[in-house]
């Protein structure tokens, strides 16, 4: 006699109980049952265990509502990022994702394309279902993201908020160490291709070599961005040539990619007649020729350390960061950076 499941009788499998994760687990019930509803009485490792075997099984625990957030969580987190467009926002959400789905949450992102309206209302429209939200190098008010935070768990990755936990990139020494390298290799008078209009960190970094360079007694100079993708730094390249310099710090990597583009299809030979070093580290970067300098930031260890943050918060496992968490930089210098030109 042929015996049927219930799910080939048309009745749905029955549903995995929490039993059936200790048992799986080789676990005590009040181990799993803490692992999930108080993960802070048990070691870090047992908590990530419990929920593997608990996804391998299908087990799908009750909300749980944390004293100190009062709210029931559903396991997604809302992640805001300014442009998808950029690859330093896909290692962040990797890492970042990866992170988090060790411990079954799962991320709901969202591109806001630079524009700090549609930012803040899909995070206002978002903020009631989820059970926390990062806002990836925001471009909307401090005043909103800290509104945002007393509604729900709120980190910011990229960007200083006074009152929310803030994740951000401490790339003084890294800048210090580039601009000491162009003074070495001559360079007196640098410029500075700016980020896009709202960019925290386009300020920190213009801010930090401002301050490198006079320290070592270079001279610097500001160039207004369009966009911080390459068309920004092709488009940068008339009025970088109304006053030129033997030296350009590209707010990212990528308008450095496509300064160089530009000064390439105006015959303006690299390095030989202008260095150039961009932010970021990406990999476009050292593929092309000239290979660019630039200062580098692992966006993946910024994105781990935001989910971190979020983990301490809604499962009260490990230790509580401070207000503001800082990655390190590091500068490398490549092929698109030599000795000043001799007039």
């Excluded at 608990?54 to 300014?82: F, H, M, T, W």
């Excluded at 290692?91 to 992170?99: A, E, F, P, V, Y």
């Excluded at 970094?205 to 401002?210: D, P």
Aim: charged share 25%.
């Amino acid at each position: 006699m042929v015996h049927m499941s219930d799910s080939e009788k048309g009745h749905p499998p029955a549903r995995v109980r929490l039993k059936d994760v200790a048992e799986a687990a080789g676990l005590s019930l009040t181990t799993v049952s803490r692992a999930f509803s108080r993960p802070g009485r048990v070691s870090e490792r047992t908590v990530r265990y419990v929920h593997q075997v608990a996804n391998e099984l299908g087990y799908i625990p009750d909300p749980i509502a944390p004293v100190e957030e009062k709210r029931q969580l559903r396991s997604v987190i809302a992640v805001l990022v300014a442009n998808l467009d950029n690859p330093v926002f896909v290692d962040m959400i990797h890492g970042m994702d990866t992170r988090l789905a060790e411990y079954g949450f799962v991320t709901s992102v969202v591109d806001f394309q630079e524009d700090p309206v549609r930012e803040i209302e899909v995070a206002e429209r978002l903020a009631p279902f989820v059970d926390a939200v990062v806002f990836a190098s925001p471009r909307t008010s401090s005043t909103s993201i800290r509104k945002i935070a007393q509604v729900v768990p709120t980190v910011v990755a990229d960007r200083v908020v006074r009152g929310v936990p803030s994740i951000v990139v401490d790339d003084r020494a890294a800048t210090a160490d580039a601009m000491e390298y162009l003074s070495r290799l001559g360079h007196g008078k640098v410029t500075y291709l700016a980020g896009p209009d709202g960019s925290w960190q386009d300020g920190y970094r213009w801010n930090s070599l401002h301050l490198a360079s006079r320290r070592i007694g270079m001279t610097m100079r500001r160039v207004a961005g369009e966009s911080f993708l390459r068309e920004g730094g092709r488009r940068a390249v008339d009025e970088f040539l109304r006053n030129p310099t033997t030296a350009v710090v590209s707010y990212d990597d990528l308008m450095a990619i496509g300064f160089m583009e530009g000064l390439a299809a105006r015959g303006y030979a690299i390095p030989d007649r202008c260095s150039v070093i961009g932010f970021d580290g990406i990999v476009q970067g050292a593929e092309y020729t000239p290979q660019l300098s630039t200062i580098a930031i692992d966006y993946r260890d910024l994105g781990s350390a935001a989910a971190r943050c979020l983990i301490s918060r809604l499962l009260h496992i490990g230790e509580s960061a401070g207000p503001v968490v800082r990655v390190p930089a590091e500068f490398i210098p490549r092929a698109s950076t030599a000795p000043a030109p001799r007039r």
